[in-house]
């Protein structure tokens, strides 16, 4: 072979190489062949994926395969519930002339319905619930999952916690794994199974994550005993929703779906659940007995703002002032505890939150002592031992109320930013006002300024509809304009004033609700 064949031979093989591997990196790349037909385009403009398979990591693989388990193992368990209720139509108008002809229409009664969702927790028939969703029904029908349909009685619903346990009678269910809610974190992933919309929608499954915990949510609080810890998650929760279970990717139901915030009543991505703690302690309690029984310390509370931490001496904004007193039978106020004070601590566990408080003392026996740590004005830290009182069984919940403190007033003091007036003789005549002059009588308020420090904090006569009075400044008693304005006189800007009022609140038994609000003196 001649060295000229040689040499084209080398080039020959070369160029063959280079358009192999040419080949190879365009097929690496994806690119069409030159020839190939063009991607064919749809009528709709959209162009058909390829039909290479699609590489998926495996952490995205393995969550996906994670909620299909999940929901293949858990939504046996849930249950639709529909609820009827009969109500007859006294008093029905109807056309002239028709009255005597229609007797039976007048006297006709009528089916309300209302449906919801459930889930199994007991191989024997025992059902959680809401307790929304079977209140005041006359008749309670349960499908499961396989479409076989059951009469269920109820056996115990607690309004307070909205929780209510049912039963049907069959064996061998499929029952749910409880988990622990106070494990939970906020940013899980978790599922949410239900009957949104009614029956259409049944056993439907959305996802999403713990958005925050500790929820509480204005408008469902139905007496000063209730007790809210809600749950906050953006999976898709609708009408119908109620009573589901809210499950984490092990399986185990960590809160019962129960609310929803939105201005058109459909999912907006608020969505809320009962902690499956709070919910399983209610359970019990309801499956042995019929009902629940909750203990109280007699006060009324709310979450600590940055004016009551800095008065006290926290360095953190945490911890349940106490507003006042349900009584003059509380029993903490007949140990020494005072309206302003801060509960910390109940024996010895920190307390953060409202709905940590109204858990720990709520499911206490009643005469069961407790150990509550409080700080007070200047930082002084006392412990107090307190005999837990028994709830009223007609009220709804056990420890406190939750609404913020609001109303007061002064004389357009620059301190605070208020105008009072003292208690004329023909108020204090008014029967309604025994409770206000029983205390050393007070300040009411008239007039809140709108660049002051208790704006939006306080309220006005006109804002209210009703008398707030000013009985103490800073443990100061304020009997008269006086006596508030030489107690705000002593206050110097930038101090924390605590101001302790009574409201007129008509719910109440005396007719007043006591609150404590903190504010900066300006």
Known sequence: MSARTRDWLKFGTLVGITFVFGLLFASALNLPKRGAAE??????????????????????????????????????????????????????????????FLPQLR?????????????????????LTNNHVVAGAEKVLVRLYDKREFSAKVVGADPATDVAVIKIDVAGLPAASLGNSDSTRVGEWVLAIGNPMGEQFAFTVTAGIVSAKGRLLAGLQQSKYAIQDFIQTDAAINPGNSGGPLVNVRGDVIGINSAIASETGVSAGYGFAIPINLARTVMEQLVKTGHVERAVIGIAIRDAQPEDAEAVGLKEITGVVVNGFTGDDSPAKRVGILPGDVIVALDGVPVSNTPQLQQRVGFKKPGEPVEVTVLRQGGVRKTYT?????????????????????AEVSSMEEAIGVAVQTITAEDARDPRFRSVMDQGGGVAVTDVSPDGPAFQRLASVEDQGGRDVIVKVNATPTRNRAEFHDALAKIKRGDIVTLQILSQDPSSSTGWTGRVVRLRAR
């Open 386 to 406: 307190v005999k837990l009182a028994r709830a009223p069984m007609g009220e709804e919940v056990a420890t406190a109320s939750t609404k913020p403190g609001s």
């Open 107 to 127: 006297r006709r009664p009528q089916i309300e319905q209302g449906s919801g969702s459930g889930f199994i927790i007991s191989p024997d028939g025992l059902i």
């Open 39 to 100: 991607p064919v385009t749809t009528l709709q403009g959209v162009t058909p994926a390829s039909q290479a398979p699609v590489s998926v990591s495996k952490p995205l693989l393995d969550l996906s395969n994670a909620f299909v388990s999940v929901t293949d193992r858990t939504r046996p368990t849930v249950v639709f519930i529909r609820s009827e209720h009969r109500a007859r139509a006294e008093g029905q108008r109807l056309p002239p002339g028709f009255e005597d």
